[in-house]
């Protein structure tokens, strides 16, 4: 079997598509489409990887078809594009869904099952693939191989990765730090920054908002005034060391009720609301600094300078609360910045699982509760000691881990650190050499990310991931490793497996020291920023590979890869190569799903779109994406009826257009040996538009203009189908051998353009058009080249190309003015007359009254009164609509002759069927026979015209 689809059966475009998916499946033609091209020209596209688990949303199909449209084309452009699959099978979302199925809670309880067998059980999980996700890319016509994916949990890839932390280190960009971030209680690991902007995983979240009284205990005239602070994390009280105030901002000593308190000027209405209050001082906040206060509680031991007011910039607010902030150094970034910079206490109060941990001053009577539930009994305890001002609720945007849906918190912790904020200036540099879509991501989004973000912790005190290649000794000696190969050497012992706890069993012996491994293991982004050079294993292999195509050419993402994917591949990149990572990126918007938020599978708010590619085809969903704001990161509803719009006006009139073509050239044996050139006014334009389409294709491309690029695809089908053929049927379907040529040429040069956009129509038209070869072909159209165009045929036949579009406006416009006075086109009229418009050549003209059915055209200053009329910009255009009788025949002849034919379609009737014609008798049927009988015999292919009781036809040979 080949790849050509038998255009006289009335099959449906899904099921064109799947006779064309087995043709590339059984031939192995994506294999050749890499294979024909030089290894020494690559074309580079790095595929972020999705994760092992679930079936793909549309979301997921939006990127994949972008990942395929752009590789096609510079496949045919003559460049080596090879695209390897990758799943993304490392990190929590594993070990969530592992802990679930076993019904483990925290890394207590997946120390206790046992590492070997908790290691066992995440590989288990990410062996089995879903065999889904290959159908949904074939459906597509997506070109990926899947035989040979990579996986971020293979000893090769993690290999690279260890390499990459290696040469970080080596260049000191890695250190190890107490730093305050994002902390899970539950998964007991810290979570980067990037990962909650990134799909903004944030909730509404109702707590406890409660202002405190701190009781000042400096002798003068504020002693025994309370300050008072106000806060939403009650369990963080325990853990103060210092109030802060703004030292230039106005604050008063107000009393209330017979006690003073120490408050912001600007937030006295708001604090004392309800509640008579007088203000007996006012002063700047420079004159509170230094003074000292009572904590409410003192479980912790504490230090020369603390429970003092200090002034940090950018720390106090006038927007809320009471002007004085409540500082706990540990559990909150600023926190911890202003600590440092006044040397007080980082507060390590809660443990890995978020409960408190023993007094070292008192006994804490919340030592092992969970931080959150200690809010009301700490809450209770201020208001017994009558420290409590206020206790109110407030609702407000808190970050959560999408992993595990667990509320986050800013928790100090001991982890590792890539120093982002050296790189940050070269970043930068490095950002103005890539080409963003849309443009605005390269200063905006991406360009403010480089500036803002913080150093990144990529050490995990987790288990399923690639470890962190650290061993150390008891004195604190360090080794840090690159390679298998050195760990092997260096340690005597043979490394079966890099994952947890099997590298954990390694121990190194050297100068009479004994070092043992570092129990971090990495962030999984750290494997995901290192995808373009460990997916081939660099450095170990294919060094020269890599070197010679670094960075790459593309790579595409939805946008909030922006902050997170993009980033991190910045970021390793920058450090590691002093290079970009990438040249071209494509940021796609987010398609919205069910509930108004991102398709996710976390959110489960999308059905399976199996059943639309079932009944739409890949080619009508990659015109519907591929064409949509999607592609220039803008969002969109998924819209099921946009798919029928393009099988209706796109897939369906070409297809129909080659149908024709092959109809006729079969019936006149035509051969592409007699192709001829045409001087027809139409097929010359039709010509000149082919190139003029060529060329906005390659240009649009190159600059990954996807939406520009399907724009001109369907404008082109639509002057193809609903103008040239239309316009060139009674040429074509008597053999014109000038006509036949011309639509043949353009056809096949068109199959090959639109190649990367609607890949199965493409090959289904090839695979009809090359029957008419009569040299040797490729085996596919997606083995060809790309066509060229020629400049010097646009540029001679640029008159005639505006001219056609001013052609196509006044028919519309004549059409339009027909449709207001409710009168058929196939109803002649005498005269249409045009002001505002040069005169067209006569040949151009004659389009014009055919396409309205006039008897002529008046280019005139201005439009007669009689006409009916219509004005559109600066043209007026108007109708002659009286109707004599001679014109009336006319219109009934064309009704009679498309009831005949209606007819004969309905009989099945072919090309050649000679046929006799049964009409009724009425005078005005007797009167169209009497003045067009031989007109509608030879329209018709009818031998003979009878009359009888209504329309007939009867094949008679």
Known sequence: MDNKVDSQKNTSIPEMEDTVLQFWLRNKIFEKSVEKNPKEDLYVFYDGPPFISGLPHYGHLLGSIAKDIIPRYWTMKGKR???????????????????????????????????????????????????????????????????????????????????????????????????????????????????????NSYKDVEDPAITVKFKII?????????????????????SNRALVVDKGADYNVVESEGTRYITAEA?????????????????????????????????????????????????????????????????????????????????????????????????????????????????????????????????????????????????????????????????AELNEK????????????????????????????????????VWESPDGDRIVVASVKEIEELSGQKVENLHRPYIDRIVIKKDGKEYKRRVEVLDSWVDAGSMPWAQIHYPFDNKEKFESNFPGDYIVEYIAQVRAWFNVMHILSTAVFNSNSF??????????????????????????PRQVLQDYGGDALRLYLMGSPLMVGENANFEESELRT???????????????????????????????????????????????????????????????????????????????????????????????????????NFSKAVAPVIPFMSESMFGVLKTFSVGDTQESVHLEQFPGFDDDIIASNQGLLEDMKKVRDLVSYGLYLRSDKKISVRQPLSSFAVSGVEELPSELSALVLDELNVKEIQYVTEVPAEYASASFNSVTVGLDTNITDELKYEGLLRDFVRKIQELRKEAGLKVGDLIEVTHPSDPDTLKVVELYGSEIAKKTQASNLVTGPDFAVRKIN
């Open 81 to 199: 594009v090879e695209r390897v699959w990758g799943w993304d099978a490392h990190g929590l979302t594993v070990e969530n869904k592992v802990q679930k199925k076993l019904g483990i809670k925290n890394r207590r309880d997946i120390e206790a099952f046992g590492l070997e067998k908790f290691a066992e059980e995440c590989y288990n999980y990410t062996r089995d693939v879903s065999a889904e996700w290959e159908w949904y890319v074939n459906k597509i016509g997506r070109w990926v191989d899947f035989k040979n994916a990579y996986r971020t949990t293979d000893s090769n890839y993690m290999e690279s990765v260890m390499w990459t932390f290696k040469q970080l280190y080596d260049k000191g960009l890695i250190y190890e730090g107490i730093r305050t971030s994002l902390y899970c209680t539950r998964c007991g690991t810290p979570v980067s920054n990037f990962e909650i902007a990134m799909d």
């Open 218 to 238: 400096t002798d003068g005239e504020y002693k025994d005034a309370f300050a008072l602070a106000w806060t939403t994390t009650p369990w963080t009280i325990p």
């Open 267 to 427: 937030r006295n209405d708001s604090v004392f609301s309800g509640s008579e209050f007088k203000v007996i001082k006012k002063i700047k906040g420079s004159e509170l600094i230094g003074l000292k206060y009572e904590p409410p509680f003192r479980f912790y031991s504490s230090k020369e300078g603390e429970f003092e007011i200090y002034h940090y910039d950018g720390m106090v607010s006038m927007e809320e609360g009471a002007g004085i902030v409540h500082s706990a150094p540990g559990f909150g970034e600023i926190d911890s910045e202003m600590g440092k910079h006044f040397g007080l206490t980082l507060m390590l109060t809660i443990d890995d699982e978020g409960k408190f941990v023993p007094g070292t001053e008192k006994k804490n009577p919340y030592a092992g509760v969970f931080y959150k539930a200690a809010d009301e009994p700490l809450i209770n305890d201020l208001l017994q000691a009558g420290l409590l001002f206020k206790n109110e609720k407030v609702i407000h945007r808190f970050p959560y881990h999408d992993r595990c849906d667990t509320l986050l918190i800013q928790r100090a912790q001991q982890s590792w650190f890539i120093d982002v904020n050296s790189l940050k200036s070269k970043m």
């Open 434 to 469: 890539i080409n963003w879509i849309p443009e605005h991501l390269k200063q905006g989004r991406f360009g403010q990310n480089v500036n803002q973000q913080p150093d990144w912790c990529i050490s995990r005190n987790r288990y399923w991931a690639t470890p962190m290649p």
């Open 583 to 608: 040249t071209n990126a494509i940021s796609t918007g987010v398609m919205a799903g069910s509930d108004g938020r991102k398709m996710s599978k976390t959110f489960n708010n999308y059905t399976d």
């Open 646 to 748: 393009k099988l209706r006006n796109v897939l369906n009139p070409l297809w129909n257009s080659v149908k024709y073509f092959q109809m006729y050239a079969t019936v006149f044996n035509w051969k592409e040996s007699e192709v001829i050139k045409s001087d027809h006014v139409l097929d010359t334009w039709v010509t000149a538009r082919l190139n003029e389409v060529i060329k906005e294709i390659a240009t649009n491309m190159e600059q990954y203009h996807v939406p520009a690029t399907v724009r001109v695809v369907e404008e082109f089908v639509d002057d193809l189908s609903r103008w040239y053929v239309r316009r060139s049927r009674e040429r074509i379907s008597t053999g014109d051998k000038k006509a036949l040529s011309t639509l043949y040429a353009v056809l096949l």
